[in-house]
């Protein structure tokens, strides 16, 4: 209880002219807004200066390793894209990030002729760590960025975590390298319905966990469909991913009941979304399938914070590796389809 003579909040805001109280909250609205602007801006900062860095170090190794030019070209490419779609590709890679210590960003000097190991595969390796260590860099600044922007940074997160697995992979001659990835790409018209995804404005926490359940069941079912069509070598590739959509899809029904919801059940049956007779469908299928979920998790990240959106940006970046790995490529936006090169929403909204 106050003091006698003292004057609580409420009676200071109830007394206060009407004029001044409207200033009052569209003061606080315009800091809170302020803020998030200052939060989003630094992120999009240490994305630009982790990109240039990367594209340094790819600049480099292709230099030094003509030979790896044709297979590091896409990689570059997808990295420019991002630059162009966070509205910062004019970045200059000669000046250190505003908003990034040197210890803090992934180039030590700018101005530093940049190292590359004399063999090829120690060079590809060391690209590699550098963009896992991007991804991780992602994954923290999706905790911090307001649902305008995290979306996107966890799909950026997730092609730089595919392509470190690519890397790796080529190193080991397991995937065979592709020239382009305009045509591994492309992804069949047509989304079931299991996997349409809502729009994310209207999207509810509960109604993102739910659609990405039902992304997991549908996958669930979709990857026995790509065990039975793919050849011996490839089934255990299929297992390994059926084994992961499932666990995604209990640890969800957990989060959905703990959010006092009923977890959506399967459907008795799923169509799929072409005919799959042979290896290459049961690969277009897994991709697709992968995609879908992908999806889902773009949207749980933009509706949920904490805990549920470090969870959502996981998923996102594991389906982005597994698509990866079924594709021989990567894209640049995993988890977002119908991106378009443009400057991501600024989100003003709130209370202050």
């Known amino acids: 209880m106050p003091h006698r003579g003292s004057l609580t909040r409420r009676a200071l805001l109830t007394s206060l002219p009407h004029g001044v109280l409207a200033i009052t909250v569209s003061a606080c609205q315009w800091t809170w807004v302020d803020e998030r602007s200052r939060i989003d801006n630094g992120a999009r900062q240490r994305v630009a200066a982790d990109k240039q860095a990367l594209l340094r170090q790819y600049d480099a190794t292709m230099r030094q390793h003509p030979d790896t030019t044709t297979r590091l070209r896409p990689l570059v490419a997808e990295h420019r894209s991002h630059l162009v779609v966070l509205g910062m590709s004019n ?19 700018t101005n530093a002729p940049m190292a590359v190991p004399a063999n090829a595969g120690a ?35 997730g092609a730089e975590a595919a392509h470190a697995y690519l890397l790796k992979e080529r190193l080991d001659n397991r995937i065979p390298l592709t020239k382009s990835t305009t045509a591994s790409s492309k992804q069949p018209a047509g989304v079931p319905s299991e996997i349409d995804l809502l729009p994310t404005a209207t999207m509810t926490k509960i109604a993102a966990l739910q659609t990405a359940l039902a992304a997991e069941h549908a996958a669930g079912y979709g990857y026995g469909v790509v065990g039975a069509r793919s050849p011996k070598a490839s089934r255990t590739t299929a297992r390994s991913a059926y084994d992961a959509h499932r666990a995604r899809r209990d640890e969800l029904s957990r989060l959905i009941v703990a959010r006092h919801s009923r977890p959506a059940a399967a459907a008795p049956s799923y169509t799929l979304p072409f005919p799959v007779r042979d290896e290459t469908d049961a690969r277009r299928l897994a991709i697709y399938l992968e995609e879908g979920t992908a999806a889902s998790y773009a949207n749980l990240v933009s509706t949920s914070e904490g805990e549920l959106r470090a969870f959502a940006a996981r998923a996102l970046l594991q389906a982005a590796i597994r ?13 977002l389809p119908k991106w378009s090169a443009q400057p991501p929403p600024v989100d003003t909204g709130g209370d202050g």
């Open 323 to 335: 698509a990866s790995e079924w594709r021989r490529a990567s894209i640049p936006f995993p988890g």
């Open 91 to 109: 970045t200059d890679s000669s000046k250190p990030s505003l908003a990034a210590k040197p210890a803090e960003s992934l180039e030590i000097a």
């Open 123 to 157: 060079a590809l390796a060391a690209l590699a760590t550098t963009e896992r260590m991007a991804a991780d860099r992602r994954l923290a600044d999706v905790q911090i960025a307001s649902p305008g922007l995290t979306r996107l940074l966890a799909s950026i997160a």
